[in-house]
T-cell receptor, first 114, second 115 residues
Framework: GENVEQHPSTLSVQEGDSAVIKCTYS??????FPWYKQELGKRPQLIID?????GEKKDQRIAVTLNKTAKHFSLHITETQPEDSAVYFCAASKGGDSSYKLIFGSGTRLLVRP | NAGVMQNPRHLVRRRGQEARLRCSPM?????VYWYRQLPEEGLKFMVY????????ESGMPKERFSAEFPKEGPSILRIQQVVRGDSAAYFC?????????????FGSGTRLTVV
């Protein structure tokens, strides 16, 4: 079945530096890739997503890139701030009748040091 | 316009007891999805329900777990004879039609602790 691997499991950066989190997926039929941010004890919140017909998407300090050939996608956070500290999850799903079934990565704990 | 409402927020059960988790979808939504998050892990799909129908329960453990979404009232995830391994956060999401893949908005979750 579909599998999503996420690296690194923890990431510590200095405030103002960039952070990059990478995910790979196994099912070439996957075509939707959201990223979620989860603060301690709270719900996962969608921060950005990308579809397979697009190679890159940007929203202020956050960007996601997708390489369909290599089956990997990455989250880039620039000018990191302490409030970016959280656990980040990537996910993937196939389109059509299976689009509701998101397969999540295992998460990256990001710590931004002031 | 309230979002997806889940209750209780925290639930403590002793081993062998039953746990009932409720999910009230957003107004006008008739499709509900349940996910489970074990400690230090990502979310895993459990079940997809439409009003009065289970569409996909492929992620549900075969025993002790059941889900329903009646014509009236919230969706219920029921866990019988809970064990320590059931301790997790349970999140639900909803959509007005079959999910088209534009990003879930999850409820606040129910954190189940089995002691």
């Amino acid at each position: 079945g579909e599998n999503v691997e996420q690296h690194p499991s923890t990431l510590s950066v200095q405030e103002g530096d960039s952070a990059v989190i990478k995910c790979t997926y196994s099912d070439s039929a996957s075509n939707y890739f959201p990223w979620y941010k989860q603060e301690l004890g709270k719900r996962p919140q969608l921060i950005i997503d990308i579809r397979s017909n697009v190679g890159e998407k940007k929203d202020q300090r956050i960007a996601v890139t997708l390489n369909k050939t290599a089956k990997h996608f990455s989250l880039h956070i620039t000018e990191t701030q302490p409030e970016d500290s959280a656990v980040y999850f990537c996910a993937a799903s196939k389109g059509g009748d299976s689009s509701y079934k998101l397969i999540f990565g295992s998460g990256t704990r990001l710590l931004v040091r002031p | 316009n309230a979002g997806v409402m889940q209750n209780p927020r925290h639930l403590v059960r002793r081993r062998g007891q039953e746990a009932r988790l409720r999910c009230s979808p957003m107004k006008g939504h008739s499709h509900v999805y349940w996910y489970r998050q074990l400690p230090e892990e990502g979310l895993k799909f459990m079940v997809y329900l439409q009003k009065e129908n289970i569409i996909d329960e492929s992620g549900m453990p075969k025993e002790r777990f059941s889900a329903e979404f009646p014509k009236e009232g919230p969706s219920i995830l029921r866990i019988q004879q809970v064990v320590r391994g059931d301790s997790a956060a349970y999140f639900c999401a909803s959509s007005p039609d079959k999910f088209l893949g534009y990003g879930y908005t999850f409820g606040s979750g129910t954190r189940l602790t089995v002691v």
